[in-house]
């Protein structure tokens, strides 16, 4: 079984609303740091960062989404990608942890970040997700193989949707709740049903589909 999760990376300016969003949706908030700029959520499967796009060092923009993801071992994991034929896989330390590097089928820069005990400056919060919300993003179609491929040796082939050539890389959700219910608690966001899918525009203006 892999260790790998998906944790796809919103930069935002409005972090405690994109926080409150997801909430809705299901997904908790796991760890927060001190300064407020971070914030991940567990879905039952998958998670979702939030970042503070004025403090990005990386020059993400405020609604950009970039697909990254959390594992418990990175050096073993550097192994499994380089005997699959992957030949730029770096690691480095930052302050908050390891970092793996590999890039992506079309050359983006892939981050995966290493679980760490050490949580000087954040704040672990109690409490589970909605096992039944499960995170499956979409991808840009262009290079379809080649992603199945990546995500296949990460231990991920399955969870993830394909758009349409040049689509950027979007939150979607699949939950076996009740619509309906899913409905209550979105009161005051823009919703368009479409028999067993919700499409929201969630607070950085940005679609976010709900699967039934």
């Given amino acids: ?14 972090v405690a609303e994109m926080r409150a969003f997801l909430e809705a949706l299901g997904l908790h908030a796991r760890l ?44 073993r994991l550097k192994d499994l990608l380089e005997s699959a034929g992957y030949g730029d896989v770096a690691i480095w330390d930052e302050a908050y942890g390891r970092v793996l590097k590999v890039s992506g089928p079309a ?7 290493e679980r760490s005990d050490d949580l000087y400056g954040y704040k672990l ?6 096992e039944r919300v499960t995170l499956t993003p979409l991808l840009d ?21 394909f758009g349409s050539p040049g689509d950027e890389v979007r939150l979607e959700f699949v939950t076996t709740e009740a619509l309906d219910d899913v409905l209550q608690r979105l009161s005051g966001y823009e919703v368009i049903r479409s028999y067993d899918t919700l499409e929201i525009t969630d607070p950085d203006g940005q679609p ?4 039934g």
């Fill in 208 to 211: 976010v589909m709900v699967h």
């Fill in 32 to 75: 927060e740091s001190a300064s407020g700029g971070w914030v991940d959520m567990l879905a039952g499967r998958g998670m979702v960062a939030l970042h503070d796009a004025a403090s990005s060092s990386t020059g993400g923009k405020p609604g950009q989404t970039r697909l990254s993801f959390e594992a418990e071992d990175i050096g």
């Fill in 141 to 161: 179609a262009t290079h379809q193989a080649e992603w199945r491929k990546l995500l296949t040796v990460l231990g991920l082939a399955d969870g993830f949707r």
């Fill in 107 to 113: 050359g983006e820069s892939l981050w995966i970040d």
């Fill in 125 to 130: 919060n109690e409490g589970v997700p909605d």
């Fill in 1 to 14: 079984m892999s260790d790998v999760v998906v944790r796809p990376l919103r930069f935002t300016d409005r």
